[in-house]
């Protein structure tokens, strides 16, 4: 360990040591477990000095409430905000009933919880405590109820890097079944090596759930079916 201090297992702010991380000769930073879920590499001064006291999260936190305290942040704004209009998207599946999406949402009984509903600052807060990323791509994180038949609230959400995971978290998904096997359509197209829209337009135009695996990329039902038709006759024909 050298001559520092053993630091492992110790909570500074919301950050908990791990391990030591060599980084240099003679040089060590400790590998912390932030509370929202990130590792990050912090020298013990600027843990024990109070320098650092998150992987960045708390930082942002407390300047979204800063802002709405001082009024720097006007709702007028706000909907320019990526992360204001999550929120607004969350409350209109859920109470608007002219959304497109309410009777997945709305419709079957899924609400917000009574601390977000009205409180935009404490859903903000809680989002960048938990993983948002204001920079991430499109799609690229994405809110998503662990339980679909749980409501919106801290302890059913968290935040997608993928959207394949939220597309499979669905209940809409139509499992699709081939030699005991049961997935939704994402997952076939992963096995497989097939693109996603292939499967699912196979579906939406009615083939069997066994055509929709077995048939190999860019086959029609009707090739393959006269393929497989030819290979029948061969094989009679020569056995």
Sequence with gaps: MGTFK???GQRFGYLTCIEPVKYGYGLYKWLCECDCGRTVSVRGWDLKS???RSCGCM???LKCETREKTGKESWENRKYDRLYRVWQGMKERCYNKNNKAYNSYGGKGIKVC???EHDYLCFKTWAYLNGYDDN???LKCTLDRIDNNKDYSPDNCRWVYDFKDQCRN???NNLIIYNGEA???QEW?????INYNTLAQRKKSGWSDEEIVKIPYKHSRKDYYKKEKKNEFCTSSCA
């Design 6 to 8: 053993d630091l492992t």
């Design 50 to 52: 109070g320098k650092t």
């Design 59 to 61: 930082s942002s936190a």
């Design 114 to 116: 009574a601390e977000w």
């Design 136 to 138: 991430a791509h499109f």
């Design 170 to 172: 669905k209940t809409t």
């Design 183 to 185: 997935h939704c359509i």
């Design 189 to 193: 197209a992963d096995i497989l090596g």
